[in-house]
C-alpha cells in the first residue's frame, strides 16, 4: 500500500466542492480543500472516479473509462492563465439550485469546449506544441475517446451500435473521413482533457507538497456504451454479427438481499483474447489511473479471481455462472510494469481491494498474494454475529482501509436513525457510551482500529442526515447530486477537531 501506516483520510467526490457554475471544480475550492487537509494533518483525499459520468451522473458507468469529467474544468482558472477571455467565461451556462443538474452540466462543458477552440489559434506557439506533444502521449485512450463523444453527440445521445454501420464498426475510410469533417469538434474534446489533465495534476502537486495523498476508484467493468468497447470490442462479450448485443453480461447471483441476483448489464471480458495481448489494454488502464493517484481502490475485486457470466439476453442473474479470470497474472505483470518505472512503494502496489461482500479463500488468497489491504465498513459490523467480520475486535493485521460508511451508504447519522432497537445497544455496548454523535464515534472506533488507513465520509464530519446521502444503489433520483452549500472555511473547526482526534490515536499525514 502506498500510504504509510497508520493514516486518516476523508471521502468526498470533487462535484461536491462549492462554488459557482453548478459543480465542483478542479479550481480554487479544490486547493482550498487539500490545504485544509494537509494543516491539520490528514493524510488522504479520496475519491470516486473522475471519468465522464452516465446520463445519471454515475461516475461508475462511463462512456470513457480513462478520460476526466469535463464539469470539473475550472473556467476562472483558464481566463488567469489566459486560455480564455473574462467575457467567454462569463457567457458559460450558469448553474442554478443546491444539487448538480447533470443536463446542465452537459451544456456547459461544450459551451466550454466550444470558447477553449476558439481562443486556440490565438495561444503562444510554445503551448500549442505542448498540446500536440501530449497528445501523441496519451494516443492509448484520447484519440478514441474524441471521437466517441464527438459520435455520440452528433447522434443524439444513441448508443454506438446504433450509429451507421462504418462508424459502429470502425472501417478506416468511414473514420478518416470524420476526423476531417468534424476535426473541430475534436479539437475542442482534445483541450478539454489537455485543460483538465493540467488542473488535476496541479492539486496532486500542491498535495504532494503537504503530505496528501490522492486515492482514486476503478470500476472493474466498462459500460457497454462506451468508447472502450466500441474502439476494442474484440476484448469484450459482444454478440456475433457485428450488432453491437451482448453474448453475456457481469452481475452477481441470487443472494439473501436480492432471489434474482444483480445484473449490471455490462460486457465481461473475454480473457482469452487479454491473454494473447499481454493484458495491453488493461496494463494500458491501470497505468494511466496510476499517473492520476497515488493510491487506488480497485472496485468488485472479486471478479479479478472468478466473475458471475450471464447470458447476455436474460432479464435476471440467476443463470448465471462461475468463471476463472486470471488475476494472478495481470496483477504480476502490473507489478513488474510498476517495479521497472519505479513506482512501487515498499514493494507494494498502491492498490486497494474492495472485497465486500461474501467472499471466498480464493478471493482472500489473491488478495494476500499481493499483499493488497482489504475494506472494513463500520455500519455492517452490529448484526449481532460475533463472527461478523467487520467487528472492531475482529479486524486483525493492519492491512486494511476501514470506514464509517462509504459513498453507497446511509451517512452515519441517516443510519443510526434507521437503527434498530438491538443494533442500537449493540454499538453502545462497543463504545460502552450513549450514542449522541454516531459519525464521530464511529470515527473515534476505525481510528483506534489497526488498519493502515481509517476513511470517514465529509458528510460524517459535518453530522449531516441522509439528506446528504450520496448514492442509493439500485434507484434513480438525487443520486450523485450532493453539493456542499457552506463556505470551505467552516470545515476547519471539524478538520481540525478530526485532526486532533486522529493524532490521539498515533494517525498524522
Not at 37 to 47: D, Y
Not at 77 to 103: F, I, T
Not at 168 to 184: I, K
Not at 420 to 429: A, P
Amino acid at each position: 500500500m502506498s500510504v504509510p501506516r497508520r493514516r486518516c483520510g476523508v471521502l468526498l467526490h470533487p462535484t461536491s466542492l462549492p462554488g459557482e457554475g453548478g459543480c465542483g471544480t478542479l479550481g480554487q475550492a479544490a486547493a482550498d480543500w487539500i490545504a485544509l487537509l494537509g494543516r491539520h494533518g490528514i493524510g488522504v483525499w479520496q475519491l470516486l472516479p473522475l471519468a465522464p459520468t452516465d446520463g445519471t451522473g454515475s461516475p461508475y458507468s462511463s462512456p470513457s473509462g480513462s478520460a476526466l469529467n469535463p464539469w470539473l474544468l475550472d473556467a476562472d482558472q483558464l481566463v488567469q492563465q489566459g486560455y480564455l477571455e473574462a467575457g467567454a467565461a462569463a457567457a458559460l451556462p450558469v448553474g442554478a439550485g443546491e444539487r448538480l443538474d447533470p443536463a446542465h452540466q452537459q451544456r456547459r462543458s461544450q459551451a466550454l469546449g466550444e470558447a477553449l477552440r476558439l481562443a486556440w489559434p490565438q495561444q503562444h506557439p510554445g503551448r500549442q506544441r505542448a498540446f500536440r506533444g501530449w497528445c501523441r502521449r496519451e494516443a492509448f485512450w484520447l484519440r478514441d475517446h474524441c471521437r466517441f463523444m464527438v459520435l455520440r453527440r452528433l447522434h443524439d445521445g444513441q448508443p454506438w451500435w446504433q450509429w451507421p454501420r462504418p462508424l459502429a464498426r470502425r472501417h478506416g475510410r468511414a473514420l478518416a473521413r470524420f476526423d476531417r469533417q468534424h476535426a473541430p469538434l475534436l479539437l475542442e474534446e482534445q483541450l478539454l482533457q489537455w485543460q483538465l489533465q493540467g488542473q488535476w495534476q496541479a492539486l496532486r502537486r500542491q498535495a504532494h507538497g503537504l503530505g496528501v495523498q490522492l486515492f482514486g476508484d476503478l470500476p472493474f467493468y466498462v459500460a457497454h456504451d462506451s468508447a472502450d468497447v466500441w474502439s476494442h470490442p474484440g476484448l469484450f462479450s459482444l454478440a456475433p454479427g457485428g450488432g453491437g448485443s451482448l453474448e453475456a453480461q457481469s452481475g452477481v447471483p441470487p443472494d439473501y438481499f436480492s432471489a434474482t441476483g444483480q445484473l449490471w448489464g455490462t460486457p465481461v471480458y473475454r480473457w482469452w483474447r487479454h491473454w494473447l495481448g499481454g493484458f495491453a489494454w488493461w496494463l494500458g488502464r491501470l497505468s494511466r489511473q496510476l499517473q492520476l493517484f497515488d493510491l487506488l481502490r480497485l472496485d468488485h475485486f472479486r471478479a479479478l479471481q472468478a466473475y458471475w457470466r450471464v447470458p447476455g439476453g436474460d432479464p435476471t442473474a440467476e443463470k448465471g455462472s462461475w468463471r476463472p479470470s486470471p488475476g494472478g497474472p495481470l496483477l504480476a505483470l502490473l507489478w513488474l510494469h510498476q517495479a521497472l518505472r519505479g513506482r512501487l512503494r515498499g514493494g507494494r502496489l498502491p492498490l486497494v481491494a474492495e472485497d465486500l461482500g461474501v467472499i471466498t479463500p480464493a478471493v482472500e488468497a489473491l488478495r494476500d498474494r499481493f499483499a493488497l489491504p482489504g475494506m472494513k465498513i463500520l455500519q455492517f459490523a452490529f448484526d449481532g454475529n460475533d463472527d461478523n467480520p467487520y467487528l472492531p475486535a475482529n479486524i486483525q493485521g493492519s492491512r486494511w482501509v476501514v470506514y464509517t460508511g462509504t459513498h453507497d451508504n446511509a451517512t452515519a447519522l441517516g443510519w443510526w436513525q434507521a437503527l434498530d432497537h438491538d443494533s442500537r445497544q449493540r454499538l453502545e455496548h462497543q463504545l460502552r457510551a450513549p450514542v449522541n454523535a454516531p459519525g464521530w464515534q464511529l470515527l473515534e472506533l476505525a481510528l483506534a482500529s489497526p488498519a493502515e488507513l481509517a476513511v470517514v465520509p465529509l458528510q460524517d464530519l459535518l453530522e449531516l442526515g441522509d439528506e446528504a446521502r450520496f448514492n442509493t444503489p439500485g434507484t434513480l433520483g438525487a443520486n450523485w447530486t450532493w453539493r456542499l452549500t457552506a463556505p470551505l472555511a467552516t470545515l476547519d473547526g471539524p478538520l481540525q477537531g478530526y485532526g486532533e482526534l486522529a493524532r490521539r490515536h498515533s494517525r498524522s499525514a
